[in-house]
Nanobody, 113 residues
Framework: QVQLVESGGGLVQAGASLRPPCASSESMFTMGWSRQAPGKQREFVTYISSGGSTNYADSVKGRFTISRGNPRNTVYLQMNSLKPEDTAVYYC??????????WGQGTQVTVSS
């Protein structure tokens, strides 16, 4: 059973930074993050492939950076210049080599103005 474990959320002021990690129990083809704000649908944030290719939602480009750690089944989401509209539960998402999706339990990020 694949497990994804996130941590590192919290309550911060606008303009601050956070760097939550996500650790997978197994090697994954891609790993990334989605988020869900109160009353809204879950939305894509970013992903990184096994080869290092990345993709970002327009709303976070230039402020968020995803990277792989050591071991490589850990990814970090560097979030800079946080805005109140970034407030959401952030979910780690991974896709395995059989194209199956897995989700973490989520970590709350709250940005106050």
């Amino acid at each position: 059973q694949v497990q994804l474990v996130e941590s590192g959320g919290g309550l911060v002021q606008a303009g601050a930074s956070l760097r939550p990690p996500c650790a997978s129990s197994e090697s994954m083809f891609t790993m990334g993050w989605s988020r869900q704000a109160p009353g809204k649908q879950r939305e894509f944030v970013t992903y990184i492939s096994s080869g290092g290719s990345t993709n970002y939602a327009d709303s976070v480009k230039g402020r968020f950076t995803i990277s792989r750690g050591n071991p490589r089944n850990t990814v970090y989401l560097q979030m800079n210049s946080l805005k109140p509209e970034d407030t959401a539960v952030y979910y780690c998402k991974a896709k395995d080599w059989m194209n199956r999706d897995y989700w973490g339990q989520g970590t709350q990020v709250t940005v106050s103005s």
